[in-house]
């Protein structure tokens, strides 16, 4: 069965450096997504990306954060200056039209 | 900004009971979604709503959307220990672009 991968699982970087969290939506999807969760929190929308742009933003999306496909099949998640509370599980999702399929996440721990 | 609410926040119950949890919301949406997700795992996809007052069922779940669009609840019934985990609902935001908006989601836990 088809589904959204993420690499790495777990990413722990120091504060002001930058990460790239990486995804591989399933191949025929048209609409990628990143969400976060703060431990034991919600899941909060940051970005969707379609057509090769960004379709929507959140206020969390600042200009820290880019998005990029860079090929066929991979969507990243760069965060330029990472801050203590940038740690969470980062979600990557993607969908046809409707039903969004998620990642297993990558943890961020930033120290 | 939209916000949806779900109640129970969290509940613990005997294997075998039937559940019952509902979620929320200031706006309309055009599409809700149960997720259900496992300690250090992304949301699972269980059920999705497309009309309002559509019942679907997925094995032991059911959901129904709410006729007013504004809410829905999601029904497990027979539960079992492996139904341990925190249960989302998401509406579907369509206005120009789609965007999925998460509730705070309910805490299950099912005692053996």
């Known amino acids: ?111 | 900004g939209q916000q949806l609410n779900q109640s129970p926040q969290s509940m613990f119950i005997q294997e075998g009971e039937d559940v019952s949890m509902n979620c929320t919301s200031s706006s309309i949406f055009n599409t809700w979604l149960w997720y259900k997700q496992e300690p250090g795992e992304g949301p699972v996809l269980l059920i999705a709503l497309y009309k309002a007052g559509e019942l679907t069922s997925n094995g032991r779940l059911t959901a129904q959307f709410g006729i007013t669009r504004k809410d829905s609840f999601l029904n497990i019934s027979a539960s079992i220990p492996s139904d341990v985990g925190i249960y989302f609902c998401a509406g579907l935001t369509t206005s120009g672009t789609y965007k999925y908006i998460f509730g705070t989601g309910t805490r299950l836990k099912v005692l053996a």
């Open chain 1, 1 to 111: 069965e088809p589904e959204v991968t993420q690499t790495p699982s777990h990413q722990v970087t120091q504060m002001g450096q930058e990460v790239i969290l990486r995804c591989v939506p399933i191949s025929n999807h048209l609409y990628f997504y990143w969400y976060r969760q703060i431990l034991g929190q919600k899941v909060e929308f940051l970005v969707s990306f379609y057509n090769n742009e960004i379709s929507e933003k959140s206020e969390i999306f600042d200009d820290q954060f880019s998005v990029e496909r860079p090929d066929g099949s991979n969507f990243t998640l760069k965060i330029r200056s990472t801050k203590l509370e940038d740690s969470a599980m980062y979600f990557c999702a993607s969908s046809v039209s409707t039903e969004a399929f998620f990642g297993q996440g990558t943890r961020l721990t930033v120290v």
